[in-house]
């Protein structure tokens, strides 16, 4: 399994950014994927996920300014990011969770400990 994310940048706040995440290794389509972000100091926290049916839930500190989403044709997932704030500087990751073979995935867990794979992460720097 091979996860590599990208899109991450400076930004000032308000402005937004899409991460990227384009995995290989296993049946994307029946995966629950994710998107943590974990800032110097702090714990990694859970903030999106998609199961695999396509149903999403949002951690509240970026409902209504993130949009997570999959492309199963491409095996890629993304993150929209709107109104970004100082806040969110962090490095973004993402994260599946592989459901045994022949079976889809229909977790709701944004647990750290529940998920399978990670990427490498990538760095999002917002200033004020």
């Known amino acids: 399994v091979h996860l590599v994310e990208s899109g991450g940048g400076s930004v000032l706040a308000g402005e937004s950014l899409t991460l990227s995440c384009e995995a290989s290794?296993?049946?994307?389509?029946?995966?629950?994927m994710s998107w943590f972000r974990q800032a110097p100091g702090e714990e990694r926290e859970g903030l999106a996920i998609?199961?695999?049916?396509?149903?999403?839930r949002y951690t509240d500190s970026v409902k209504e300014r993130f949009t997570i989403s999959r492309d199963n044709a491409n095996r890629t997932l993304f993150l929209r990011m709107n109104s970004l704030k100082v806040e969110d500087t962090a490095m973004y990751y993402c994260?599946?969770?592989?459901?045994?073979?022949?079976?889809?995935?229909?977790?709701?867990?944004?647990?750290?400990?529940?998920?399978?794979?990670w990427g490498r992460g990538t760095q999002v720097t917002v200033s004020s």
């Open positions: 994260a599946v969770v592989v459901p045994d073979d022949g079976l889809y995935c229909y977790t709701w867990s944004l647990a750290e400990h529940d998920y399978h794979y």
């Open positions: 290794g296993y049946t994307f389509d029946a995966s629950c």
């Open positions: 998609i199961r695999s049916d396509g149903r999403t």
